[in-house]
């Protein structure tokens, strides 16, 4: 059965400060990884997507993760932190079509 | 707008009443999936349609869950005999392909109280 586990529930930083959202995985095969952002009041959108074509992933408003099989793990990371970052953030993991979610971060930007 | 509709967007109602919510997919999408969060958790699937076809129920459907996608266009989800533990946000989602690669674009979702 595929799982996720995000550590920090909520994460606070500066802005201009690097962005460093935690997240890894189990999966009895090679899995599809994603990261969504949520938004108040609004639905989850897609920043970026593993499927096994490079590693390092390249995403929406700057963000980037790194799938790392050796640890099993998939983090987010966004060189400086900008005040329309604060959102919510899920991980998620897919191995045939319904995604497994994380229990999410809370990212707060302080000016 | 092109995006999932989901209607309504918010739903008060009485324990031990029935409820139906409605997605409507973007078109073209042959899978339709329904999500369930509750706050401060992350979204935890409950099914999915792949065209008019339901192929995939998890263990939190219960048998007052029904959901159905009549002509692989819509779908509606129904909660009969709601309880309080219903209350949540139900977010659909749709996608173009098969395989578990394909990037769900979700609606705005529903959120129901039950008092």
Redesign the interface.
Known sequence: AQS?TQLG?HVSVSEGALVLLRCNYSSSVPP?LFW?VQYP??????LL?Y?SAATLVKGINGFEAEFKKSETSFHLTKPSAHMSDAAEY?C?V???????????TRLQVQP | DTGVSQDPRHKITKRGQNVTFRCDPISEHNRLYWYRQTLGQGPEFLTYFQNEAQLEKSRLLSDRFSAERPKGSFSTLEIQRTEQGDSAMYLCASSVGAGGVETQYFGPGTRLLVL
């Open positions: 996720v529930s599809y969504y009041n609004q639905g989850l959108q897609l997507k499927t899920f998620a897919s191995e045939t079509g319904a995604l497994t979610f994380g229990s999410g």
